[in-house]
């Protein structure tokens, strides 16, 4: 980490959450330890301004094209864009040169992020203590709040570089040693599920909901059932399954009761027992052979009943905007739509239009539509899609295209369908590799099927729903892996996940096989070199910035990147 002084930049960042003037008198006349404890910490507002700007330094541009980026970019799903000449770092990144110089291998947001909710589960309770108003378990919920925002930047820092830096204290003190060397994936990991299963029961069930804001919080703040999301996917890359299907369970089974407390409060008539009984929002609109209503609530509304956790950017013009999506995937420009940094993979947007179904399978499914718009990733970049399938070949109309540098859309974490096939995901892992299924794998392999197929089933632009998957086909462990896969990759297109369910397959499966064979389905050229590249576990990691090897020497590089100096790719290693 960096030698310079973070907490600096989170007082004054808070100090503009907060809408006060200036920050700069008390910080220049008084050492910094005695501004946190006399000035700052005193009350409740103190910490929940604190708490509104970790999620806020989350919204900034550099944050957010880094979760775009690192989970994304290296995946089969991403090719160039019409703009990316004005990005060198991005084009490297997609031609997988990548070097310990590329401005995407900095982490210092994740860090800062993370410093922030160190220091306030150090002085928070120094604040209930003073502030009579700030009871016990508003003070644990805090303390749950900040410990999973902190685990879900670390979460995203051992996907992307494996090892990493880790530590649980505030740095508020120059003075303070911050070169720490590097902590093991797996203990990272072990670390961030104890944490998590230590406040989980802390947190917040449901917050108040009188406002349209408060009706937000269920899913643009952490909640238990965010925890749930986080510890289901962190037990996943553990490989502890079962506990995997736990989590997933207590998500699924919440999300159930809250659609039962829907249709008992007349705000909801939707039949689940066509989606397998999970309670999934329809592509269909209410007539006709007329469909996207699906996306239009998931990703145009936002903080749909699907939703466990995203990234909330409020309309209001005068609020940041999510400039990652802007950036990276596109917007409307005085009418004309502009392609951003990305374009989806040539084979994607070839899929249906030319009969290959590689990846959706058939034309029905509604998810080709809503990710490709021509050449251009559509997926965030409007809010609202008409799949018409009264015309043959169908016709697509989009809406709500947002402006330059004002798109609103939200960052979804997590959502039901992601956790739905995570525990399908987890179920197949359990199963045996007898090449005769016993009766346990079965069952496990029949109940993986029955998510997919729910997932599958949703996204179908059919006026009478029908199964598009053949369970004869997935009959083995083998398919039914490859299907959860295939699934996951139709579902989840420009969300961040790609790459990182590919890691997680490669890590699985002790090699890079199958990460390789699909990346290279983008590439038309140098692809020898870039299989090679892609062979080593090692490479599938991104290398350690080289600025970060200069001012922390305790950090080795990735061996896969030499010795970090220059910056280049080492394929002997």
Sequence with gaps: MKRKNIFYHIIASTCMLLGLSSCS???????????????????????????????????????????????EFRSDNISRGQNLDKDVNLESVLKENLTASNYYTTWDQFYNIINRCNTIIKYSPQVAAKDPNFGESELKAD???VTALRSLCYFYLIRTFRDVPYSTVAFTDDDQVMDLPATSFDNVLDSLITDLERVKDDAVETYPSGTDTEKLYQTSRITKEAIWAMLCEMYLWKQDYQKCIQYADMVINAKKKQAEERQRNSYSTTDYSKFG???????????????????????????????????????????????????????????????????PASYIVDDVTSSIFKVFKNKYDARYYENVMSNMIGKYVYQNSTIYFTSTPPSVSYSGLYSEKLNKSNWIFYRLTDIMLMKAEALTQLMSNAQELSEQDQSYLNSAFSLVTAVNKRS????????????????????????????????????????????????????????????????TSNTSAIQDKLAKMDAIYWPYNVDELKVNKNLTQNPAFGSGENGNYDKTK
């Excluded at 008390?26 to 000035?39: A, D, G, V």
């Excluded at 998957?469 to 896969?485: F, G, H, I, N």
């Excluded at 996940?497 to 499966?509: F, I, M, T």
Aim: glycine content about 10%; aromatic content about 12%.
């Design 25 to 71: 008198d008390f910080l220049e006349i008084e050492p910094q330890n005695e501004i946190i404890l006399e000035k700052f910490w005193n009350e409740k507002a103190d910490v929940d301004g604190m708490i509104f700007g970790c999620y806020s330094g989350m919204q900034s541009d550099n944050m957010m094209m880094r979760m775009m980026i690192w989970g």
């Design 143 to 145: 303390i749950a709040e």
């Design 460 to 523: 179908l632009c059919q006026s009478v729903l029908k199964d598009t998957l053949d369970p004869k086909s997935y009959a083995t462990k083998t398919a039914m892996e490859d299907l959860v896969m295939e699934e996951r990759h139709r579902e989840l297109m420009f969300e961040g996940k790609r790459w990182y369910d590919l890691v997680r397959r490669s890590r699985r499966d002790g090699n890079t096989k199958y990460l390789s064979n699909q990346v290279l389905q983008k590439f």
């Design 277 to 343: 009984g999970y309670p999934l929002i329809g592509e269909a609109y209410t007539s006709g052979l007329i469909y996207g209503n699906a996306y239009s609530q998931i990703f145009g509304t936002g903080n749909s009943s699907e939703s466990i956790l995203e990234l909330t950017f409020m309309p209001s013009d005068n609020m940041p905007s999510n400039g990652g999506v802007n950036l990276c995937y596109g917007f409307n420009r005085s009418g004309v739509l502009t392609m951003g940094y990305a374009s």
